[in-house]
Each structure stands twice: as C-alpha cells, then as structure tokens.
C-alpha cells in the first residue's frame, strides 16, 4: 500500500515540476511518513515569497485530492533528512 502511496505522490510532483522549472524552481520528494510527504522545493522556489502558497496551496492540495492517506506537505531544508 505505502509503495502504491509513494508512486501516486511521485506522479503528483512529476506533473507539477514543469511548473516549477518554468519559474526556475524545482521540488524533490524526500519521503513519506506517518501521512506527511516531505519534499525539498530547489532553485528559484527557496527564499522565494510565494513558495508557502505553491507548497500548501497548489502541491499539498493536488496530493492530498489525489492520494488517499496523506495529510499534509512539508518542505524540509538542506541537512535534514
């Protein structure tokens, strides 16, 4: 199940990435644990003013819509995980 979870995410991010990278950003997935995605958004998204609303308000809300079980997204900065 978690593997199914896991590949449902992924395909999440995938279809978000050309967004980023239009913008010069990017997102990787770390991990997925106790219901929470952690991801690490790259390039123009750190430091970027907007980068909360994208994370909660655009890649939060398609995963949690599309993959039973989460709960939330979490960004998580270099050094942890």
Known sequence: ??????????????RIRPYLNS???DIEFVKFENGIVY???LGACVG??????????????MILEEVPGVIGVENVSDGIF
Do not use: A, H, P
Request: proline share 0%.
């Open 39 to 41: 991801v690490r958004m």
């Open 48 to 61: 970027c003013s907007m980068m909360d609303d994208t994370l909660k308000g655009g890649i939060e809300e």
């Open 23 to 25: 913008e010069g950003g």
């Open 1 to 14: 199940m978690i593997e199914d979870q896991i590949e449902k995410i992924e395909d999440c991010i995938d």
